[in-house]
């Protein structure tokens, strides 16, 4: 496997230098809203755009695609998720738009200087600009508050509330200058613990990013606090330092800095780490691909408690086919106190997502990951492991629309890992009607079966949903769950309703009410969700 894996990096790399400079231009956009079925993307201008065009969200300098546009205006788009990546209002998403021949055109006429004694000569305005209108401040966040309810005919330890919290900032160029400032505080607790909790605000505060950021040039930039690195997310959280410098061709960081603790997210400079990662983007024609390798050294006490290196393509140089491939590789091991250099791989995670026409799509992809070893930090774990089995997974599906406001899908997956007596495998399906007529509303009808070691199972469900343009969105579903267990445990037979309901009337105020009831033979069981959030 290891062998199989450098020869992947060799040819992704060897692409990578020969690749040309041209790339498709690339126009960004912002979520302004999200329907029970469909995002709502807003544009400067969608020129360029097109129904069935995927719009891609960017993450550590890779684009995933996440949206496929179904209706579009001058100003905005609507579409609707594709892939697994969860979008928030407000995080901006990109299309890749073809440059017209008049474009070019155009750029080969401005090549020439005018000739100026012409009496057809064009007046040409210089506009200078001075350092404050390329530090334009900005500040953008959020204010969220939600309820969670549980409550059953049981017991009454099943009933509870649950409060969260989070405040999201983001304050770029402050007073104009080339400081920035973000922040993500979350705040959640359960109401019957209050009294604990107000006494030790800390156990129920956890802040995932608080730092500032200074700008020293186009190029060069420096956090220093709390901050998650989305060129290398699959770090975490990071207390310390992150330079990031861009050049033309390369983009090169360094990281110092320490992890939190693994408990309540509180700062602990004793797990110290440090590593650096290089990026590369390039294009093959007129699309692109993007190749991060890092290394990462992370302590416990200043020993060392993990070594590894970490490897991420993303490549788009195929028409209407999006790869993405990362890879990690442990470099240190010790067993009964004894230290070793050694190469072990330890995920390896390959999807394409494949369009080879506006009626069908396709999704690939195979995961194979074992446990992370913290050698210091979880000793008496680390000794008593002689093999660290591999988990493999794998799974596909593909979507189809042969007519208008028809979509089918399958899907397929597969889960195994030495020494389980048998796979797991499940798979399923489902058909969406986006516009029934007279009421004008979605229907989609689901079903799947999983065959597991301990459990097989089926579950089909039925959803209805509807958008007002007014502003208000609901839907509401039914689903009938049941299990039949290989051991001494007894058969589920489960049915379960839901109910959703959302508004953007008050926008920049957006409120959404969910409910989901639960039974099963005499035990019922419901969870209700409030969510309210500000953004400004």
């Known amino acids: 496997m290891q062998r199989i894996l450098i020869y992947i990096l060799f040819i992704l790399l060897s692409v990578s230098i020969f690749a040309q400079s041209e790339i498709d231009t690339i126009i960004s956009g912002k979520v302004s809203y999200q329907s029970v079925e469909n995002i709502y993307v807003s544009f400067v201008d969608t020129k360029g755009i097109e129904k ?26 609507s579409g609707i998720s594709i892939g697994n990546s969860e979008l928030k209002i407000g995080d901006e998403v990109f299309a890749f738009v ?6 070019k055109k155009y750029q080969s006429e401005i090549s020439e200087p005018p000739d100026l004694t012409s009496s057809n000569a064009v007046n040409i305005t210089v506009k200078k600009y001075n350092k404050s209108d390329l530090n334009e401040p900005s500040v953008k966040g959020k204010l969220s508050v939600q309820s969670y309810s549980n409550f059953s005919n049981q017991a009454s330890k099943y009933d509870y509330q649950r409060w969260r919290y989070v405040f999201k900032l983001n304050a770029q160029n402050i007073g104009g200058s080339d400081l920035s400032y973000s922040q993500y505080i979350n705040f959640a607790y359960r109401s019957s613990e209050w009294k604990s909790v107000s006494s030790n605000l800390g156990q129920a505060i956890r802040v995932y990013d608080l730092a500032f ?26 207390d310390g330092l992150q330079f990031d410098l861009s050049l033309p061709v390369f983009t090169i960081g360094v990281v110092t800095g320490s992890r939190p603790n693994f408990s309540d997210m509180g700062v602990n400079t004793k797990l110290f780490e440090y590593g650096i990662y290089i990026n590369r983007f390039d294009t093959l024609g007129q699309r692109g691909m993007e190749n991060t390798l890092a290394y990462f050294e992370q302590t416990n006490d200043f020993k060392t408690d993990r070594r590894f290196l970490y490897f991420q393509h993303m490549n788009y140089a195929i028409t209407n086919t999006t ?18 250099s050694k190469l072990s791989l330890t995920s390896l995670f390959i999807s394409a997502n494949i369009r080879p026409s506006k009626i069908v799509s396709l999704y690939f992809s195979y995961d194979a990951r074992k446990n992370v070893i913290y050698y210091e930090t979880f000793k008496s774990f680390a000794d008593s492991v002689y093999e660290n089995e591999t988990r493999q997974g794998f799974r596909t599906r593909i979507t189809i629309k042969p007519l208008r406001n028809l979509y089918l899908g399958m899907n397929y997956g597969y889960r195994f890992r030495k020494g389980d007596p048998k796979p797991s495998n499940n798979y399923g399906g489902y058909v969406t009607y986006s516009l029934v007529p007279y009421i004008e509303s979605g229907i989609t009808l689901s079903a799947s079966n999983l065959t597991g070691i301990y459990a097989k199972g ?34 589920v037979v489960q049915q379960s309703v839901t109910f959703d309901i959302n508004t953007r009337l008050l926008d920049p105020i957006f409120a959404t009410v969910s409910y989901e009831g639960v039974f099963q033979d005499n035990r019922s069981s419901g969870r209700i969700l409030l969510n309210l959030s500000y953004r400004f």
């Open 52 to 77: 069935g065009d995927t719009l891609f969200l960017k993450k550590n300098r890779a684009y995933i695609p996440v949206i496929r546009t179904n209706y579009i205006s001058s100003k905005s788009i």
């Open 98 to 103: 073809k440059i017209e021949s008049e474009e």
């Open 213 to 238: 950021n200074y700008k020293f040039s186009q190029s060069a930039s420096l956090w220093f606090g709390r901050h998650i690195n989305r060129k290398v997310s699959n770090i975490g959280t990071i």
């Open 323 to 340: 790869i993405f491939f990362s890879s990690e590789i442990d470099l240190f091991k010790k067993e009964y106190g004894e230290s070793k």
């Open 458 to 491: 089926t579950m089909w469900g039925i959803r209805l949903y509807k958008d007002f343009d007014w502003g208000i969105g609901f839907a509401v579903g039914f689903r009938n769950i049941k299990y039949l267990f290989t051991q001494n445990i007894a058969d």
